[in-house]
């Protein structure tokens, strides 16, 4: 197949519906209305057996930056061992230095706990210090893809970086476009940067089923509902998939 289709899903039904649509990779996370963090393996296990997509899986201990301690860099080794036994496709990795610079010394230690698994660089790439830098870096450190919107808030502001990006990649690392990515834009993007590789989450808010609502109250982010759901429609992925094949 001559393109990527990773939809981000954070939920079974998510991954059912991005399925459903076409895609031929998962990068599996939680909270994805933060940016993603670590899932839970019980998830990871539950879509495994009811389907035999690629997943990825986003190591990430915490929502904010990608300058880590000690201990969130051990639960990180931990939590790849752990999804590499369970029979994930590959993780999704990144950390910074203080300074904006990739930290080469602890993503080795990351890559050779993953063992040969399939490796993406996700968007602690669209903070670092210089990306050219950081995409050779990342050439010499076996990575398979950066996931990247450009160094902007979405894919489509950073276009020319990303076509850049794809220039110098030189096929040797996959430039995997993220972040607004959707069926409108697309075939724009694509034709723009020449990546056929992107990242969306085809994301839309439901309904909660909940019938009875307390008003007043919130379990977290006040200006977020608790009756409002985000989770991937399988026709926005298949119109995204429907103009990937095009190419």
């Known amino acids: 197949m001559s393109f990527i289709l990773e939809v981000c ?27 993603g963090t670590t899932p839970n393996i019980n998830l990871f296990e539950l879509i495994k057996e009811k389907t035999n997509i690629k997943m990825n899986i986003l190591i990430r201990p915490r929502y904010g930056d990608f300058c880590y301690t000690e201990d969130e860099f051990e639960i990180m080794k931990r939590d790849i061992q752990m999804f590499e036994k369970a029979g994930a496709s590959g993780v999704v990795i ?7 610079s990739l930290d080469i010394d602890r993503m080795k230690e990351l890559i050779e706990v993953a063992e040969g698994m399939h490796i993406t660089l996700h968007r602690a790439f669209d903070v670092c210090i210089n990306p050219f830098t950081t995409l050779e870096e990342a050439k010499k450190l076996g990575i398979s893809s950066i996931l990247t919107s450009g ?13 850049e990006l794809v220039e110098k990649s030189e096929d040797k690392i996959e430039i995997l476009i993220g972040s607004g990515i959707n069926s409108g ?5 694509i034709r723009y940067t020449k990546s056929y590789a992107v990242h969306t989450s085809g994301k839309m808010e439901i309904e909660s089923n909940m019938k009875y609502r307390k008003e007043d109250i919130s379990m977290g982010f ?8 985000i989770r991937t429609q399988s026709e926005e992925i298949a119109k995204v998939r429907e103009i990937l094949e095009k190419f």
């Open 151 to 163: 160094q902007k808030n979405k894919c489509t502001e950073g276009r020319e970086l990303l076509k």
């Open 185 to 189: 834009n697309v075939e724009d993007v």
């Open 94 to 100: 990144g950390i910074l230095k203080p300074d904006g």
């Open 9 to 35: 899903v954070d939920s079974v039904e998510s991954a059912m519906e991005a399925i459903k649509g076409g895609a031929n990779r998962l990068e599996l996370c939680s909270a994805l209305i933060i940016g």
């Open 222 to 229: 006040s200006i977020l509902s608790e009756y409002i759901i």
